[in-house]
Each structure stands twice: as C-alpha cells, then as structure tokens.
Nanobody
Framework: LQLVETGGGLVQPGGSLRLSCKAS????????VGWFRQAPGKEREVVSC????????YYETPVRGRFTISRDKANNSWFLQMDSLKTEDTGVYYC????????????????WGQGTQVTVSS
C-alpha cells in the first residue's frame, strides 16, 4: 500500500490550497483517512479525518470552517481543501489510513504518506 500526497506549496495568508492523497495497492473503501500536520519543532497533530463506511467528518477547532475534507472512492483518493489560510497553518501535511470506524490520533493509523509542505507566508 502506498499513499502519496500532492498539492502543497507556498501561498499568501488568505489564500487556498487543495491537497490530494492517492492510495495505491489496496482499496480503502472502509478505511478512515486522516490529515495531519507537523510544524517545525512541534508534534504531529490531527487536522481532519473522514470515516470509511459512512463518511463522517471531523475537524480540529483551528481549521473548522476553513478546511473541507472529501473523498473520491472511485479513484481511491482523498482531498483537503484549505481556504482562508493562516501563517499558523504552515507545516508538513500527511495523510494516513487505518482500518478504523472512528477518527483517531496518529497512533491509530497503519499507513502514512511521505508528506507535502504547506507554507503560508507573505
């Protein structure tokens, strides 16, 4: 199984980015997928997740109302639309998948992508 994130980059405050996470090697229809980020010198933290079977979504408070998680089951892909970006959103963003029925912290996920850098700066 391989997860590959794309879509990171440099954006000004207030801008938008759309991250993609593509899975290959296994169909993840019933896997919960989470987006995490890690800022320099800080621990990896959950940003958002979407459960496998019923597509329930969860957002951490700092991103609620600005980020939107979605999935394309047919293409084994997940997305994180990030709007109204702030400097504090800067970090490496990872997607992760696990055979869960709920959203979990990092330890609950079995598969991780390599990460994509998001930098929000003027």
């Amino acid at each position: 199984l391989q997860l590959v994130e794309t879509g990171g980059g440099l954006v000004q405050p207030g801008g938008s980015l759309r991250l993609s996470c593509k899975a290959s090697g296994i169909t993840l229809d019933y896997y919960t997928v989470g987006w995490f980020r890690q800022a320099p010198g800080k621990e990896r933290e959950v940003v958002s997740c979407i459960t496998g079977g019923d597509a329930l979504t969860y957002y951490e408070t700092p991103v609620r109302g600005r980020f939107t998680i979605s999935r394309d089951k047919a293409n084994n892909s997940w997305f994180l639309q990030m709007d109204s970006l702030k400097t504090e959103d800067t970090g490496v963003y990872y997607c992760a998948a696990g055979p869960l029925t709920y959203c979990s912290g990092p330890d609950g996920y079995d598969y991780w992508g390599q990460g994509t850098q998001v930098t929000v700066s003027s």
